[in-house]
């Protein structure tokens, strides 16, 4: 059974505090991808990595960071969390990129709703 | 950046109750995608349309692939308990390698 897991379901920080968020994966995907989901604005795409090592910026990189040392994991990191960056945090990988087809799809983790005070 | 325009945002039906819910855009899409996000959990595919007038079915879920390329549109039949949750569209624009999502449908059964 595919899986990908994410480190916290539930994250509360301060203001300023550093703050990663980790995702893997176990079906070898080359594609992983980190995704924020508030209410009416549907999923954004933040981040995502194509390979170890590389990143591309989605559409709201402002505020956050990556990093993708080996191939199941990939993080995200708020260098200075703020409150506006409260929401929640999804991370997906799939084999293709884009990931449209039943057999090839994105395959996501359950979320880490991250509360910044 | 681009949008899909999907609606409506939620839903309060009767269990037994048919369902529908669009998505639109103004630009052209070549695969249209219905995900399924049930509370606590992350997305999953439903359906995947692949060309211009398709049909799809999925149990009690079709789906519809719009003749112009830019909307889609997603019926239940006879809705149940589990079927509450969030339904999103998604997509590639033809112009975008990358998938555009909706904002989502929230579909919450009245007991």
């Known amino acids: 059974d595919v899986k990908v897991t994410q480190s916290s379901r539930y994250l509360v920080k301060r203001t300023g505090e550093k703050v990663f968020l980790e995702c893997v994966q176990d079906?070898?995907?080359?594609?992983m991808f980190w995704y924020r989901q508030d209410p009416g604005l549907g999923l954004r795409l933040i981040y995502f990595s194509y390979d170890v090592k590389m990143k591309e910026k989605g559409d709201i990189p402002e505020g956050y960071s990556v990093s993708r040392e080996k191939k199941e994991r990939f993080s995200l990191i708020l260098e200075s969390a703020s409150t506006n960056q409260t929401s929640m945090y999804l991370c997906?990988?799939?084999?293709?990129?884009?990931?449209?087809?039943?057999?090839?799809?994105?395959?996501f983790g359950p979320g880490t709703r991250l509360t910044v005070l | 950046g681009q949008q899909l325009n999907q609606s409506p945002q939620s839903m309060f039906i009767q269990e037994g109750e048919d369902v529908s819910m669009n998505c639109t855009s103004s630009?052209?899409?070549?695969?249209w995608l219905w995900y399924k996000q049930d509370p606590g959990e992350g997305p999953v595919l439903l359906i995947a349309?692949?060309?211009a007038g398709e049909l799809t079915s999925n149990g009690r879920l079709t789906a519809q692939f719009g003749i112009t390329r830019k909307d889609s549109f997603l019926n239940i039949s006879a809705s149940i308990p589990s079927d509450v949750g969030i339904y999103f569209c998604?997509?590639?624009?033809?112009?975008?390698?990358?998938?555009?999502w909706g904002a989502g449908t929230k579909l919450i059964i009245k007991p």
């Open positions: 349309l692949y060309k």
């Open positions: 998604a997509g590639p624009p033809d112009s975008n390698y990358q998938l555009i």
């Open positions: 997906a990988s799939s084999l293709s990129f884009l990931g449209t087809r039943p057999t090839d799809t994105q395959y």
């Open positions: 630009s052209i899409f070549n695969t």
């Open positions: 079906m070898d995907h080359e594609n």
